[in-house]
């Protein structure tokens, strides 16, 4: 397992008991951000769902993870509305999972060039030989412009 999803796990379950924390605190404890409170449930779980991408690897681990953020967000809005002083809302529900969708699309997206960087520049290299006939790559040496 390499450095970046070790760190990338570390992250995600530090963001994950944050979550949790921040869930079920009294609602006056928490801190006031400024911030749509929908806005703020997608971000959460947004970035929940980008770091939690980067940690685990293969499509079943990614699925498993992405639907029990899901999961979660759901679970801890039915246990918010017995928490006294928090009310648990069906819309926080669908930001939680709008916010995991957005993330984990944007990472599925993002993982080819993070991955393999030399493998992602090189498929933009070819694209660009394919689209200018002028262009000429040397692949150990770089490219030039007739």
């Not at 951000?33 to 806005?39: L, N, P, Q, S, Y």
């Not at 639907?67 to 069906?90: K, M, N, T």
């Not at 933009?124 to 150990?140: G, S």
């Amino acid at each position: 397992m390499t450095v970046i999803r070790k760190l990338a796990r570390f992250a995600f379950f530090i963001g994950l008991v944050a979550v949790i924390v921040l869930s079920l605190l009294p609602q006056e404890t928490l801190p006031e951000t400024g911030m749509w409170d929908k806005m703020g449930h997608a971000l959460a779980y947004g970035v929940l769902a980008v770091v939690g991408g980067f940690g685990f690897k293969g499509w079943r681990s990614l699925l498993m993870v992405g639907i029990g953020r899901v999961v979660l967000g759901a679970g801890l809005e039915l246990v918010q509305s017995v928490i006294p002083d928090r009310d648990g809302s069906i819309t926080d529900a669908l930001a939680n999972f709008v916010g995991v969708a957005i993330g984990s699309l944007a990472t599925a997206g993002a993982a080819p060039f993070l991955r393999d960087p030399q493998l992602a520049v090189g498929n933009c290299l070819l694209r660009k030989e394919a689209q200018n006939p002028n262009l000429k790559i040397d692949y150990k040496e770089g490219f030039e412009l007739d």
